[in-house]
């Protein structure tokens, strides 16, 4: 058990509403990560994080937002919903060798988000 | 750019039956390579991962994989799949030289195993 949770799990809303989705970690890692999940097009990396404030574009970043003000703490944020975004959400945090990430990621249960 | 190739989409296979799902990439340097698997419902954890020594891996469950690294290929195998392997599988490789050092993943396979 990585120590990682998510929040919140499932959520329905509206298109054009803000939504936060929370990652949590227990375990002081420094290197987080945001995925969503769809058919067809696997893992997709939305943005990541390497630290307190330190925050980088993945390959699908456009529409999303991310603020990491506690090490323990990874926030996901959809500014205003499109029903494109309908999704699974999943964070991930990365064990570390000589202060970069290995790739050997841990990942959160999922939050499944429908935009209608 | 670098790439992760899974060939096989969609696997059907009976119980007791041999598995091994391809998995190719392209990147010039050393890598570090990585099975994960999904079942039903649930979220990604690591099955196997190669970083260095031994060419064979093996991993939980009854898995290994084997780099090839002339071939750049870390195909997964199992020499008779459960009904419980019926999963997602994906392939991920991360470059460890230069400015790319991304972790890179394939688009999965779906096992079904059907008892």
């Known amino acids: 058990d990585a120590g990682i949770t998510q929040s919140p799990r499932h959520k329905v809303t509206e298109t054009g509403t803000p939504v936060t989705l929370r990652c949590h970690q227990t375990?002081?890692?420094?290197?987080m990560y945001w995925y969503r999940q769809d058919p067809g097009h696997g893992l997709r990396l939305i943005h990541y994080?390497?630290?307190?404030?330190?925050?980088d574009k993945g390959e699908v970043s456009d529409g999303y937002s991310v603020s990491r003000s506690k090490t323990e703490d990874f926030l996901l944020t959809l500014e205003s919903a499109t029903s494109s975004q309908t999704s699974v959400y999943f964070c991930a945090i990365s064990e570390t060798e000589r202060g970069a990430g290995t790739g050997e990621l841990f990942f959160g249960e999922g939050s499944r988000l429908t935009v209608l | 750019a670098q790439s992760v190739s899974q060939h096989n989409h969609h696997v059907i296979l009976s119980e007791a039956a041999s598995l091994e799902l391809g998995c190719n990439y392209s990147y010039g340097g050393t890598v570090n390579l990585f099975w994960y698997v999904q079942y039903p419902g649930q979220h990604l954890q690591l099955l196997l991962k190669?970083?260095?020594?031994d060419p064979l891996v093996k991993g939980i469950k009854g898995f290994e994989a084997e780099f090839i690294k002339s071939k750049f290929s870390f195909n997964l195998r199992k020499p008779s799949v459960q009904w419980s392997d019926t999963a997602e599988y994906f392939c991920?490789?991360?470059?460890?030289?230069?400015?790319?050092?991304?972790?890179?993943w394939g688009l999965g396979t779906s096992l079904a195993v059907n008892p």
């Open positions: 994080s390497y630290g307190v404030k330190d925050t």
């Open positions: 190669y970083f260095s020594g």
């Open positions: 991920a490789v991360k470059g460890l030289a230069g400015n790319n050092r991304k972790l890179i």
């Open positions: 375990e002081n890692h420094r290197y």
